[in-house]
């Protein structure tokens, strides 16, 4: 994935000086976001420490790129422009999101039969399936309900999906 990344801000920075800071923000959204958030159900609670630092250091570059950062000057203030919150915060956000919408719309239906529900419909509390397997405790399945259970109450029962949105990136961005 970084590897993706890297290759096309090579290739956008070579006009980087004819083009606006707003047309290369547009620019890392269409053409390089899909490269982080492809997949991101499957890996998000899996990341180890080493790969959430090679993902920082790939969001970082797109960050410089938009914003004229020198290369070895701070982008820790320049962080939260492009998406709002930071990537690891919008990678999970994102699985959280689809945890959601799985929730909301009971679709796709091999997903949503996995999940078990708390008695107490009112709090929309999900019960991680019972496992022994290790590999399982970073899934979707596993790990992604207990932080979407750690979500307080009212964005967990947010009527609709554009409020989720809101109300999550409002949470995520403290």
Do not use: W
């Not at 422009?81 to 690891?88: E, H, N």
């Not at 991680?128 to 259970?149: D, E, K, Q, W």
């Amino acid at each position: 994935m970084s590897s993706r990344v890297f290759s096309v801000l090579r290739a956008l920075r070579l006009h980087s000086n004819v083009t606006s800071r707003s047309t290369r923000m547009n620019l890392v959204k269409t053409l390089i976001m899909p490269h982080f958030i492809y997949c991101y159900e499957v890996y998000a609670f899996g990341l180890d420490d080493e790969c959430k630092r090679v993902l920082t250091k790939a969001f970082d570059a797109c960050v410089r790129y938009v914003f004229g950062i020198r290369r070895r000057e701070s982008v820790r203030d320049f962080r939260n422009r492009i998406l709002g919150i930071g990537i690891l915060e919008y990678v999970e956000f994102r699985s959280l999101l689809f945890l959601f919408k799985v929730v909301k719309t009971r679709s796709p239906s091999y997903i949503y039969d996995k999940l078990r529900f708390a008695q107490s419909a009112r709090t929309r509390i999900l019960i991680p399936p019972r496992t022994t397997v290790t590999n399982t405790f970073n899934s979707l399945l596993f790990n992604g309900i207990n932080v979407y259970n750690r979500l307080p109450k009212h964005i967990r029962c947010a009527p609709t999906i554009g409020e989720f949105k809101r109300v999550c990136i409002d949470y995520y961005r403290g």
